[in-house]
């Protein structure tokens, strides 16, 4: 197949400055901004790490752009005008990350699947992911929380963009590994639910045991077939061959033999602590939080009392009236992506392993809910200590998804109504590595691509269901009708999205962006998982190669109706475009005639080439066109996750702080104690 027909990826998504932006004034390049449009977006971001300098990682250091550390942005927008600033997060371990990779040894982190390990100080958390705005029972200003899915949430400064604390302390998160480690490895959710209503926080702590570990390791057969690495089914084929029937009866006898493994292990002198200072035991736990005091929690068991365990990952939580809700999302963040993903190997090793070990995701999603009045009814206990067991109703989905958008009115048999973006044929949690081919034509993929998402290699479904979450049935779906326009669905916004003080009942339309198909990021592996070897695809593979063949599907931005689930309106990005950091903005005086799930502003960010751009449309009318295009030379940064919006900024006065020094105390070895004298100088350098 000729390269010839395909766009240019554009390499400006895969660039970032680590340097803080002062305020500047953003350029009008085309339109006019609307002067109604006022208000602040935030932007957040990944930008390389202590040893990158920055968006593009060395070839020394191939890894995911997501695995970047934290650059938030935010825009000014005000009669008419915009000014754009930026600011590196100077998280404790970031500024560790610095040091170490200063002074080298052990004290050095290095990558290791979606994030960056220290034989002596333990995991980085990049908190790069999502903001979430909040404000408290009794405090006037609006604050704001930046998350991802393996690291405590923090807070920053609305208005400096300066880190100000982590939410809760070291003690009061549950570490997934390394818990002795001056920063643990700790497992929760990109997304916390904030209910302007009720004034909390839900949030997710969980972690994995060793048979959990084993079970993504190599050459193990997982449940149901699914996330089999080449090696996982190589040995189930070798079985059947031997002995019809076998098969089916390997997954009881690993669980077994991890159980009898982990017994083993224990019994030995220190197993034990061994075992508990590697990979605590298998636990999830709902944590509510007032946003001043400590974190409250339960530990969360099925309907049949066992203890509840993420596969992959817990990447969001919403809440309805009655309802919290999660869901085990297609992401992988845990050791499984660091087995998957080598990269300090000689590269023909590597791509050997590699072809035996890495795995695909599940292919399914779960969802979980879990009743807020028996919340209420059930004492909780601070984080940390022993909790309360507490019951989540888990519904199994027939395919993976990262997001959802929850109405939070229950219909009137009690039915909570979700819309789904289901993200079959791509695995975010993967990226273009090095030495990698291209599916379509078996040609190497261009080094320059090295970190990029793999390009989506199907339609998507967007599902509406209606579940009765009280004995998890399913009562109704809805699907929209996949198209070219629902190819790769990715971040959706909506009035309610990013926002503090929108409680809708329902959410109303959503607006969607979708990556297309882009044939210079179609890997090799990620063909033979999600073409080769799928089984519920929507476009068959010859269409593929024929879409690619004649430039690939473009990018688009688009609006779910949800009374009809269709596509009710869309505009289509220019061919190669990568789109993305969607955030709806309500209009400040509504419109008799419109609707108020489409009286707003929609700005979505848009890289083509070597440019960086923000659109701004009427989300009314797509079709049309942006009403505004925004550009500033000086900003640099690549490609962008969740926005936020709050209609004025003031600096945090909240009490509520984690001090790094108490937080840390306990788990800094003597011989590490100047080490972190500098740490803690270089965050509080006047010792304020």
Known sequence: MSRVSWPAYPLASLTASRADLPPTPMQVVQGALPKDLRGHLFVIGPAGSAASGGLKTPPREPTSLLSGDAYVVRVDLRDGTATVRGRLLRTPDLVADELAHERGGLLRFAHAGLSRVSPALGVRNTTNTALIPFRPKGERRTRLMVTWDAGRPAEID????????????????????????????????????????????????FGRSVADLLSATPLVPQPGGRGLTAGARLVTRLLRARRPGVAQHVNALRAALHRAGEKLVARLPGGGRLLDGLMPERFTDLLRWDGRGALRGWTLVDQDGRRVGIGESAHQVGVSGNWVVFMDTAFLVGPESILSQLSALPDALERGLRALIRRPLDGHAELYFVDRRELDATPAHEAGTLRRPVRARRVALPWGALHFSLDRAEDADGNVRIVVAHSHGVDLSAWVLQGETNGLDGEPVDDVLIGAHPSPVDQNRVVEWTIDPRTGAVVRQRICPPSDTTWGVALGASRHTGVEDCTPDETGDLYFYSSGLHPHTVTGWAWRQYVDDAED???????????????????????????????????????????????????????????????????????????????????????AGPVCTLRCAALDVGFTMHTAWMPRVASREAAYRIDPRADLEGRIPSVLEPFFADVYDALDPEGT
Do not use: Y
């Not at 809760?168 to 302007?196: K, N, Y």
């Open 537 to 623: 695809r929507i476009v068959s593979e010859a269409d593929v190669r024929a879409r690619a063949a004649a430039g690939g599907v473009p990018g688009s931005v688009w609006r779910l109706d949800r009374e009809s689930m269709t596509v009710g309106d869309s505009w289509t990005a220019p061919p190669g475009g990568v789109l993305c950091s969607p955030q709806f903005v309500a209009r400040r005086r509504g419109r008799k005639t419109v609707r108020d799930d489409r009286d707003g502003w929609l700005i979505v960010s848009l890289f083509v080439g070597d440019q960086h751009t923000w659109l701004v449309f009427d989300a009314a009318k797509l079709a």
């Open 158 to 205: 609305p208005e400096s963009l300066e880190w100000v604390t982590h939410v809760g302390q070291q003690d009061e998160w549950r570490a997934g590994a390394l818990p002795l480690a001056p920063f643990p490895l700790v497992f929760g959710t990109a997304h916390p639910a904030w209910d302007p209503q009720t004034r909390e926080a839900f949030l997710l702590n």
